[in-house]
């Protein structure tokens, strides 16, 4: 098993659902791990977690629709632990889903300035920080098995998600040269607050199920590990890759 031993994570979104995993799974492949979060309790938590654990982790509280925050919580990362190698960016707003004539523009703006603005931020920091170490890095955006399907009333998620597909490949080629990896993980269905509603509708709950070939949602956990395997010395030449840890979703 591939370790991280001594090696700095930053994962966004990091209070809860896929992104605490992403963090608690950095800290026991022996990374030191800076959890942000735009809820200082839930990040704290993860933080306590993971030190509980035996981990070394540090909260710092990020909205990642800001310039100026993403480049602050980069440098918490590069003062507190003297660089950055790894980083998940995970954060992502959440909307009502209505079909796209229905979208109002100051929605769509909100949705895009977290979800794919957000991440282009976060890479544009992080990539600057990795260049100035001089040891090349790992950079995991967290994508969507549906964007390799369709779905209805998810304009702006889908629009997000693509998008981020395509700039982890443009970034892949631009980098890897200086040993800077970018890929992404496109999960499918997981118990997460974030899908709590969606749960509690029987309705909702059925389709979901029905697009599962393994009759079951994901742990994000189980995701996380694939996430952070391509963080690893493991994954050395997967770049500009969507790895589906979708358990089949896309196939049904």
Known sequence: MARLDGKVALVTGAGQGLGRACATVFARKGARVVVADINPASGEETVKIIRDAGGDAIFTRANVASAEEIKAMVQLAVDSYGGLDCAINNAVRSLPQVPLADIEEADWNAALSVNLTGVFLCMKYEIQAMLKQGKGGAIVNVG??????????????????????????????????????????????????????????????AFLMSKSPLGSFADPEKVAEAAVWLCTSEASLVMGHTLLADGGAVLV
């Open 144 to 205: 969507s098995g549906n964007e390799h399907a369709g779905g209805r009333c998810l304009g702006p998620y889908f629009a997000a998600k693509c998008g981020i597909q395509a700039m982890s490949k443009s970034a892949s080629l631009d980098y890897a040269k200086q040993g800077i990896r970018v890929n992404v993980v496109g999960p499918g269905v997981m118990v997460t607050p974030l899908m709590e509603a969606a749960f509690a509708d029987p309705a909702k709950r």
